[in-house]
């Protein structure tokens, strides 16, 4: 089955500065890749995705990358905000819409 | 609010007991996701049901079960519980049937065991 690896486990920037969260995924069959933004106790809420035949997309300061042949995409925020601080999750998904995700990245944004 | 409905949002109970967790998916979502989410684990993919049929098992183990309902409400049944099965579960629903569909979860439901 799909194999999802995310770094880092927790990350904390300053406020205005950049966040990268990288994550790897084994299953060549993988074609979607969605990222959820978690909220101290609230569930996983999707903030940006994207499909195996795109290689960027972006959302006023989000953003996402995608490198297929080396199984690789990351997530990119700009110019962060004490309301980005949540946990990151991202995630490879099939044709059968099967969802796998990588163990999260806390991310802490310092004002 | 996703619109996906959990309950109970907090259950306390004992080794080697049984319980029931609910979900209700978003109106006319026909998918239905299990997830358990460890704190050293991330989200965890247990069962995914469509419009009553079984989908596609994760790491489930055999002491849990899940089903869901002619109504598209998803039961997942948990037994002989261990202190290991601490965690909290989320239940997520989607409605497209292509690749590509966007899941909505559940504020989840906290399990302890004692």
């Known amino acids: 089955g799909e194999n999802v690896e995310q770094h880092p486990s927790t990350l904390s920037v300053q406020e205005g500065d950049s966040a990268v969260i990288k994550c790897t995924y084994s299953d060549s069959a993988s074609n979607y890749f969605p990222w959820y933004k978690q909220e101290l106790g609230k569930g996983p809420q999707l903030i940006i995705d994207i499909r195996s035949n795109v290689g960027e997309k972006k959302d006023q300061r989000i953003a996402v990358t995608l490198n297929k042949t080396a199984k690789h995409f990351s997530l990119h925020i700009t110019e962060t905000q004490p309301e980005d601080s949540a946990v990151y999750f991202c995630?490879?998904?099939?044709?059968?819409?099967?969802?796998?995700f990588g163990t999260g990245t806390s991310l802490t944004v310092i004002p | 609010d996703s619109g996906v409905t959990q309950t109970p949002k907090h259950l306390i109970t004992a080794t080697g007991q049984r319980v029931t967790l609910r979900c209700s998916p978003r109106s006319g979502d026909l998918s239905v996701y299990w997830y358990q989410q460890s704190l050293d684990q991330g989200l965890q993919f247990l069962i995914q049901?469509?419009?009553?049929?079984?989908?596609a098992k994760g790491n489930i183990l055999e002491r849990f079960s899940a089903q869901q309902f002619p109504d598209l409400h998803s039961e997942l049944n948990l037994s002989s519980l261990e202190l290991g099965d601490s965690a909290l579960y989320f239940c997520?629903?989607?409605?497209?049937?292509?690749?590509?569909?966007?899941?909505?979860f559940g504020e989840g439901s906290r399990l302890t065991v004692l």
């Open positions: 997520a629903s989607s409605t497209r049937r292509g690749q590509g569909a966007e899941l909505f």
């Open positions: 049901y469509y419009n009553g049929e079984e989908r």
């Open positions: 995630a490879a998904s099939n044709t059968g819409n099967q969802f796998y």
